[in-house]
């Protein structure tokens, strides 16, 4: 079984523009997290926190390629994933985003669920980010009802 989910999207504009969105923690909080502890590095460990949600999470940052790609983990020991951000110039002004999550367990009975959540998580995500880079619209983040 292949244990990966990949979501991919265009956004009009610069590669520079939408590596920096993610791993700047002064602009995280206007698509996605509410705050990040501090910018996203190579070998660091980030925390992430939804303020909305009232929870947190600690992603470790496993390889950044400024402008092209980058690589963490997250979630508990026994459900860890590695989430692959690449990032494709495709002009001057406009950028092909790829999110790869994988590793979820094959094993796991509530595999399916998972992968779908994610999945879901993922277009919602660069949903978000699409609106605040092309739109300038930042109130489209923590609105998923649970």
Not at 33 to 54: H, K, P, V
Not at 88 to 110: M, W
Request: charge should be negative; glycine fraction near 6%; proline fraction near 2%.
């Amino acid at each position: 079984m292949d244990t990966q989910i990949i979501t991919k999207f265009k956004i009009v504009k610069p590669t520079n523009e939408v590596f920096e969105a993610i791993v700047n923690p002064e602009k995280i909080g206007n698509f996605w997290f509410s705050s990040s502890s501090e910018r996203w590095e190579q070998g660091r460990a980030i925390t992430l926190r939804y303020n909305e949600y009232d929870a947190e999470v600690v992603i470790k940052v496993l390889e950044i390629e400024e402008n092209r790609k980058i690589v963490f983990s997250w979630g508990e020991n026994d459900q860890e994933t590695v989430v692959r951000i690449t990032l494709n110039e495709l002009d001057k002004s406009s950028t092909a985003i790829e999110v790869n999550e994988s590793g979820f367990s094959e094993h796991d009975p509530e595999i399916i669920t998972k992968m779908i959540g994610q999945k879901e998580g993922w277009v919602y995500t660069l949903t978000c980010l699409k609106g605040y880079l092309e739109n300038g619209i930042n109130t489209l983040r923590a609105s998923i009802i649970f």
